[in-house]
């Protein structure tokens, strides 16, 4: 038997494996995102598609082919208790390839139900679920790093929570970041858990500068006027903001990629993230491209975000794409990287470390996963920044029992 998940840009090599092993007599099983939002295209790959939960579907497919009774589909929902899932085997892993072997989920799911998201693929129905908060921090200590990815699609969704979550992960003097949204911001006293909790960055999908394209997506979100505020507020507890763009919506001309560039440049954001709009199969955003007449292929494997693959309303195909590689070359060049400074003299040399080996080291990232020396050269570079997050935790800590003012800024030289 052989499973495999089908992921939309690389639908193709799954399916040419599948093939392969089919011929050789294994079971296929095809699962993931792709198979729920084109189940057709991929059923004549497989023995059998899974439809949901892999969890919950896993044990009933292996007890199905162990009694020769197989069946074309599974499918299952997401509403069982989140915290009754098994944690990863992280012993699986070799840790000296991998920047940390800590990847974290925490949540599923997400308050918003964006357009063009594929949390809205059709058929796609997942509430938000929390594990609780101590058997996060348990799987988090258990695996003895001391920097951890949560890679929930929205760890603030719910706010409660992520304060509950806080405190369970306070007391490890570890480091973590997350993805939430910017409306994380509303509350101060939670931002600044987020900081004592060992948070030293968020990635937030700001996606566009413009209040009509996100308004035509449907995003719960601030006013863009107000963003610059809420970076600032992240800023002041010590707290690293990558920023999301998405680039090609119906309100974008060609001035986009220079107004982008620039406010990312202002606000010195640590580390922005580019996307070209990308209509994904089964979304909302493709159902109204596709009455529109404006897809213009279904080459899925240039679905990546990286290549324009409908007809935007104010630019060519081509432009958008030149002004994509454009804003990447703007925001990562020397100049750039010099300008989005932090302000604390302390924190430009992390920052500058964290800058130039993400986008302007891509041949010494290969010889180090070639020789498995990624764990090597990292860690002590993460074992810096913890040390240094732990001593300003400890200066806010005692900020917020000399003063009852919360708002009260700390340098976090990280």
Known sequence: MVAITVHLTFARRAYELADWYRQRGAKIILGGLHVLSCPDECAPHADALALGDGVQLWPRILKDIEAGCLEPRY???YENDYSDDPSARRSLLPRRSFLTT?????????HNRCGFCYLATDGLRMPYRMRRPQQVADEFAADRQPYAVFIDNNLGSRPDYLHALCAALRPLNKIWSAAVTIDVTDDPSLIRNLALAGCTGVFIGFESLTDDNLADARKKTPRTSDYARRVRMLHDVGIQVNGSFVLGFDHDR?????????????????????????????????????????????????????????QPKHMTPEELEY????????????????????????????????????????????????????????????????????????????????????????????
Request: aromatic content about 14%; glycine content about 4%.
């Open 102 to 110: 800590t990847s974290l989920i925490a949540t599923r799911g997400c």
């Open 323 to 414: 002004g994509y590689a454009w804003i990447y070359q703007r925001l990562f060049s020397h100049a750039s990287i010099w300008r989005r400074r932090p302000q604390d003299w302390r924190a430009v040399p992390l920052y500058l470390a964290m800058s130039y080996l993400y986008k302007r080291s891509n041949r010494f990232w290969h010889q180090l996963i070639k020789h498995n020396w990624v764990h090597t050269v990292w860690s002590p570079l993460v074992e810096l920044t913890r040390l240094r997050h732990v001593r300003y935790r400890h200066r806010l800590a005692e900020s917020d029992a000399r003063t009852s003012n919360p708002g009260q800024v700390v340098s976090a030289g990280v």
């Open 254 to 310: 060609k001035d986009v990629f220079a107004r982008t560039a620039r406010w990312v440049e202002e606000n010195r954001l640590e580390c922005a993230t580019f996307h070209i709009l990308t209509p994904y199969p089964g979304t909302p955003l493709f159902r109204q491209m596709e009455a529109e007449g404006r897809i213009l292929h279904r080459d899925w494997s240039l679905y990546d975000t990286s290549h324009a693959v409908f």
């Open 75 to 77: 499918v299952a929902a």
